[in-house]
Protein backbone atom coordinates (compact mmCIF):
# COMPACT_ATOMS: atom_id res chain seq x y z
CA UNK A 1 0.00 0.00 0.00
CA UNK A 2 3.07 2.42 0.76
CA UNK A 3 4.47 1.85 -2.76
CA UNK A 4 1.69 2.31 -4.92
CA UNK A 5 0.82 5.53 -2.66
CA UNK A 6 4.79 6.41 -3.55
CA UNK A 7 3.63 5.94 -7.13
CA UNK A 8 0.45 8.12 -6.71
CA UNK A 9 2.59 10.69 -5.81
CA UNK A 10 5.31 10.32 -8.47
CA UNK A 11 2.18 11.24 -11.10
CA UNK A 12 2.40 14.86 -9.98
CA UNK A 13 4.33 17.68 -11.18
CA UNK A 14 7.31 18.87 -10.01
CA UNK A 15 6.18 22.24 -9.00
CA UNK A 16 3.37 20.53 -6.93
CA UNK A 17 5.68 18.37 -5.63
CA UNK A 18 8.28 20.89 -4.12
CA UNK A 19 4.78 22.96 -2.51
CA UNK A 20 4.89 19.63 -0.48
CA UNK A 21 8.12 19.76 0.25
CA UNK A 22 7.69 23.03 1.82
CA UNK A 23 4.83 21.53 4.26
CA UNK A 24 6.69 19.47 4.78
CA UNK A 25 9.81 20.49 6.18
CA UNK A 26 7.60 22.86 8.60
CA UNK A 27 6.26 19.27 9.88
CA UNK A 28 10.12 18.04 10.04
CA UNK A 29 11.44 20.69 11.31
CA UNK A 30 9.36 22.72 13.40
CA UNK A 31 7.12 19.29 15.13
CA UNK A 32 9.19 16.80 14.58
CA UNK A 33 12.83 17.76 14.70
CA UNK A 34 13.88 14.67 12.69
CA UNK A 35 17.52 13.91 13.95
CA UNK A 36 17.56 17.67 14.68
CA UNK A 37 20.51 16.59 17.48
CA UNK A 38 22.63 14.25 14.66
CA UNK A 39 22.26 17.64 12.57
CA UNK A 40 23.22 20.25 15.09
CA UNK A 41 26.19 18.40 16.39
CA UNK A 42 27.50 17.37 13.17
CA UNK A 43 27.63 21.16 12.38
CA UNK A 44 28.90 22.61 15.33
CA UNK A 45 31.44 20.08 14.87
CA UNK A 46 32.65 20.98 11.29
CA UNK A 47 32.25 24.73 11.73
CA UNK A 48 33.62 25.24 14.80
CA UNK A 49 33.72 28.89 14.19
CA UNK A 50 30.55 29.76 13.20
CA UNK A 51 27.85 31.15 16.07
CA UNK A 52 25.05 29.45 17.23
CA UNK A 53 22.94 31.90 15.01
CA UNK A 54 24.59 31.11 11.96
CA UNK A 55 24.67 27.29 12.27
CA UNK A 56 20.41 27.20 12.46
CA UNK A 57 20.76 29.00 9.07
CA UNK A 58 22.48 26.69 7.67
CA UNK A 59 20.64 23.87 9.65
CA UNK A 60 17.09 25.72 8.48
CA UNK A 61 18.93 25.52 4.93
CA UNK A 62 19.34 21.85 5.35
CA UNK A 63 16.17 20.66 6.52
CA UNK A 64 14.77 22.12 3.17
CA UNK A 65 17.00 20.84 0.78
CA UNK A 66 16.70 17.29 2.36
CA UNK A 67 12.79 17.77 1.95
CA UNK A 68 13.29 18.56 -1.37
CA UNK A 69 15.28 15.81 -1.88
CA UNK A 70 12.46 13.07 -0.66
CA UNK A 71 10.21 14.61 -3.16
CA UNK A 72 12.57 14.34 -6.34
CA UNK A 73 13.53 10.64 -4.72
CA UNK A 74 9.43 9.66 -4.54
CA UNK A 75 9.45 11.03 -8.31
CA UNK A 76 11.89 8.91 -9.55
CA UNK A 77 9.93 6.19 -10.83
CA UNK A 78 8.11 8.57 -13.49
CA UNK A 79 10.57 11.08 -14.48
CA UNK A 80 11.26 11.39 -18.23
CA UNK A 81 14.20 10.94 -19.62
CA UNK A 82 14.19 14.57 -20.92
CA UNK A 83 13.05 16.06 -17.72
CA UNK A 84 16.18 14.44 -16.36
CA UNK A 85 18.67 15.75 -18.86
CA UNK A 86 17.26 18.91 -18.60
CA UNK A 87 17.63 19.23 -14.18
CA UNK A 88 21.08 17.17 -14.45
CA UNK A 89 23.80 18.64 -16.64
CA UNK A 90 27.16 16.78 -16.91
CA UNK A 91 30.35 18.37 -17.61
CA UNK A 92 33.78 16.91 -18.62
CA UNK A 93 31.91 13.88 -19.05
CA UNK A 94 33.57 13.55 -22.79
CA UNK A 95 37.12 12.54 -20.92
CA UNK A 96 35.17 9.28 -19.19
CA UNK A 97 33.15 8.78 -22.80
CA UNK A 98 36.78 8.71 -24.73
CA UNK A 99 38.77 6.04 -22.07
CA UNK A 100 35.39 4.03 -22.43
CA UNK A 101 36.02 3.91 -26.20
CA UNK A 102 39.49 3.08 -26.02
CA UNK A 103 38.38 -0.20 -24.31
CA UNK A 104 39.30 1.31 -20.84
CA UNK A 105 37.38 0.71 -18.13
CA UNK A 106 36.47 3.55 -14.78
CA UNK A 107 35.23 4.06 -11.66
CA UNK A 108 33.11 6.82 -10.55
CA UNK A 109 33.06 7.98 -7.14
CA UNK A 110 29.95 10.29 -6.05
CA UNK A 111 29.21 11.61 -2.29
CA UNK A 112 25.74 12.49 -0.48
CA UNK A 113 25.75 15.67 -1.23
CA UNK A 114 22.88 17.11 -3.60
CA UNK A 115 21.00 14.56 -5.17
CA UNK A 116 23.32 12.03 -5.73
CA UNK A 117 20.20 9.02 -6.60
CA UNK A 118 19.07 11.85 -9.77
CA UNK A 119 22.67 11.89 -10.37
CA UNK A 120 23.49 8.41 -10.84
CA UNK A 121 20.19 8.09 -12.90
CA UNK A 122 20.95 10.68 -15.63
CA UNK A 123 24.66 9.41 -16.00
CA UNK A 124 22.82 5.98 -16.97
CA UNK A 125 21.11 8.18 -19.42
CA UNK A 126 24.52 9.62 -21.15
CA UNK A 127 26.69 6.67 -21.14
CA UNK A 128 26.19 3.76 -23.25
CA UNK A 129 28.47 1.44 -21.93
CA UNK A 130 27.69 -0.73 -19.02
CA UNK A 131 27.07 0.77 -15.54
CA UNK A 132 27.48 -1.11 -12.26
CA UNK A 133 25.84 0.72 -9.46
CA UNK A 134 27.14 -0.23 -6.10
CA UNK A 135 24.65 0.00 -3.03
CA UNK A 136 23.62 -1.30 0.27
CA UNK A 137 20.02 -3.55 0.19
CA UNK A 138 17.49 -2.48 2.28
CA UNK A 139 16.32 -3.98 5.23
CA UNK A 140 12.54 -3.65 3.73
CA UNK A 141 11.73 -5.95 0.72
CA UNK A 142 9.13 -3.92 -0.68
CA UNK A 143 11.55 -0.79 -0.26
CA UNK A 144 14.67 -2.43 -1.37
CA UNK A 145 12.63 -3.83 -4.77
CA UNK A 146 11.06 -0.29 -5.08
CA UNK A 147 14.55 1.26 -5.28
CA UNK A 148 16.08 -0.88 -7.42
CA UNK A 149 13.77 -1.22 -9.86
CA UNK A 150 13.49 3.18 -10.30
CA UNK A 151 17.42 3.19 -10.27
CA UNK A 152 18.34 1.11 -13.15
CA UNK A 153 15.48 2.09 -15.04
CA UNK A 154 17.59 3.80 -17.80
CA UNK A 155 20.74 1.34 -18.25
CA UNK A 156 22.04 1.45 -14.43
CA UNK A 157 23.22 -2.35 -13.06
CA UNK A 158 22.54 -2.63 -9.47
CA UNK A 159 25.04 -4.85 -7.52
CA UNK A 160 25.16 -5.14 -3.82
CA UNK A 161 28.32 -4.39 -2.58
CA UNK A 162 28.85 -8.28 -1.18
CA UNK A 163 28.97 -8.77 -5.08
CA UNK A 164 31.51 -6.21 -6.30
CA UNK A 165 34.41 -8.26 -6.54
CA UNK A 166 32.52 -11.00 -8.88
CA UNK A 167 31.12 -8.20 -11.25
CA UNK A 168 34.65 -6.84 -11.54
CA UNK A 169 36.07 -10.16 -12.65
CA UNK A 170 33.17 -11.14 -15.14
CA UNK A 171 33.15 -7.66 -16.82
CA UNK A 172 37.31 -7.31 -17.19
CA UNK A 173 37.03 -7.95 -20.42
CA UNK A 174 34.28 -5.20 -21.17
CA UNK A 175 34.58 -1.46 -20.94
CA UNK A 176 32.57 -0.82 -18.15
CA UNK A 177 31.94 1.66 -15.37
CA UNK A 178 31.59 1.04 -11.80
CA UNK A 179 29.97 3.82 -9.71
CA UNK A 180 30.28 3.68 -5.82
CA UNK A 181 29.55 6.45 -3.22
CA UNK A 182 32.87 7.43 -1.48
CA UNK A 183 31.87 9.06 1.71
CA UNK A 184 29.56 6.73 3.58
CA UNK A 185 31.12 5.73 6.91
CA UNK A 186 32.71 2.66 6.77
CA UNK A 187 31.43 -0.78 8.37
CA UNK A 188 33.37 -2.40 11.36
CA UNK A 189 34.85 -5.20 9.14
CA UNK A 190 35.66 -2.69 6.12
CA UNK A 191 39.06 -1.30 5.66
CA UNK A 192 39.33 2.54 6.59
CA UNK A 193 41.81 5.51 7.29
CA UNK A 194 41.71 8.45 9.15
CA UNK A 195 41.74 11.90 7.63
CA UNK A 196 41.53 14.95 9.09
CA UNK A 197 37.86 16.24 7.66
CA UNK A 198 35.91 18.99 8.30
CA UNK A 199 37.87 19.82 11.40
CA UNK A 200 37.75 16.24 12.75
CA UNK A 201 39.43 13.10 12.74
CA UNK A 202 37.48 11.10 10.36
CA UNK A 203 37.29 7.38 9.14
CA UNK A 204 36.84 6.67 5.24
CA UNK A 205 36.66 4.29 3.22
CA UNK A 206 39.29 3.05 0.93
CA UNK A 207 37.63 0.91 -1.20
CA UNK A 208 37.02 3.05 -4.66
CA UNK A 209 40.96 4.05 -4.03
CA UNK A 210 41.70 0.27 -3.72
CA UNK A 211 39.75 -1.17 -6.52
CA UNK A 212 41.52 1.43 -9.01
CA UNK A 213 45.14 0.35 -7.96
CA UNK A 214 44.20 -3.26 -8.32
CA UNK A 215 41.77 -3.23 -11.55
CA UNK A 216 44.36 -0.18 -12.73
CA UNK A 217 41.00 1.52 -13.92
CA UNK A 218 41.22 5.15 -14.04
CA UNK A 219 38.78 6.91 -11.07
CA UNK A 220 36.79 9.87 -11.45
CA UNK A 221 34.90 12.05 -8.91
CA UNK A 222 31.47 13.14 -9.57
CA UNK A 223 31.25 17.21 -8.26
CA UNK A 224 28.50 17.98 -7.84
CA UNK A 225 27.09 21.87 -7.96
CA UNK A 226 23.49 23.14 -7.44
CA UNK A 227 22.30 25.68 -9.90
CA UNK A 228 18.30 26.58 -8.41
CA UNK A 229 16.02 24.34 -6.84
CA UNK A 230 15.85 20.63 -8.53
CA UNK A 231 18.63 21.56 -11.09
CA UNK A 232 22.40 20.27 -10.68
CA UNK A 233 25.54 20.60 -13.20
CA UNK A 234 27.65 17.38 -12.22
CA UNK A 235 31.43 17.81 -13.37
CA UNK A 236 32.81 14.98 -13.85
CA UNK A 237 36.69 15.46 -12.51
CA UNK A 238 39.20 13.19 -12.95
CA UNK A 239 41.60 11.94 -9.86
CA UNK A 240 43.73 9.68 -11.64
CA UNK A 241 44.36 7.81 -14.93
CA UNK A 242 47.17 5.96 -13.71
CA UNK A 243 46.21 4.32 -10.17
CA UNK A 244 48.94 2.37 -9.86
CA UNK A 245 51.16 5.19 -10.13
CA UNK A 246 49.40 7.42 -7.18
CA UNK A 247 50.73 7.16 -3.74
CA UNK A 248 48.67 5.44 -1.21
CA UNK A 249 45.61 7.58 0.13
CA UNK A 250 46.48 9.82 -2.95
CA UNK A 251 43.12 9.53 -4.16
CA UNK A 252 41.09 9.09 -1.10
CA UNK A 253 42.45 12.36 -0.53
CA UNK A 254 41.48 14.18 -3.23
CA UNK A 255 37.86 12.82 -3.09
CA UNK A 256 37.72 14.20 0.01
CA UNK A 257 39.27 17.69 -0.72
CA UNK A 258 36.83 17.89 -3.26
CA UNK A 259 33.81 17.22 -1.29
CA UNK A 260 35.47 19.18 1.39
CA UNK A 261 35.34 22.41 -1.32
CA UNK A 262 31.92 21.30 -1.97
CA UNK A 263 30.67 21.91 1.65
CA UNK A 264 32.76 24.86 2.95
CA UNK A 265 31.13 26.57 -0.44
CA UNK A 266 27.18 25.81 0.43
CA UNK A 267 26.99 23.41 3.33
CA UNK A 268 23.18 22.91 3.38
CA UNK A 269 23.29 20.22 0.48
CA UNK A 270 25.37 17.61 2.04
CA UNK A 271 23.85 14.38 4.24
CA UNK A 272 24.30 15.83 7.77
CA UNK A 273 21.57 13.65 9.43
CA UNK A 274 23.61 10.88 8.96
CA UNK A 275 25.49 9.77 12.09
CA UNK A 276 29.13 10.21 9.88
CA UNK A 277 31.20 10.49 13.17
CA UNK A 278 30.21 7.54 15.07
CA UNK A 279 33.27 5.61 14.82
CA UNK A 280 35.95 7.14 17.26
CA UNK A 281 40.00 6.84 16.57
CA UNK A 282 41.33 4.95 19.15
CA UNK A 283 44.98 6.70 20.76
CA UNK A 284 48.19 5.19 20.06
Not at 20 to 40: C, D, E, M, P, Q
Not at 226 to 245: A, M
Request: charged share 25%; aromatic share 14%.
Amino acid sequence: MGIFFLYLIALLPMPLLYCFSTALYHFVYHITGYRKNVVRENLTRSFPGKSIDEIKVTEKRFYRFLCDLIFEIIKMPLIGKAELEKRCKFTNLHHIEALLGSKKSVIVCSSHYGNWEWGMLAFGIKVSSPKFVVYKPLHSPAFDAWFYKMRSRFGNTLVSMKQTLRVLASSRNTPSVLCLASDQTPETDQAKYWIEFLHQPTAVYTGPEKIAVQTDRAIFYIQVRILKRGYYELDCVLLSEEPKETATHEITKKQFKLLTESILAEPQYWLWSHKRWKHKQQSA
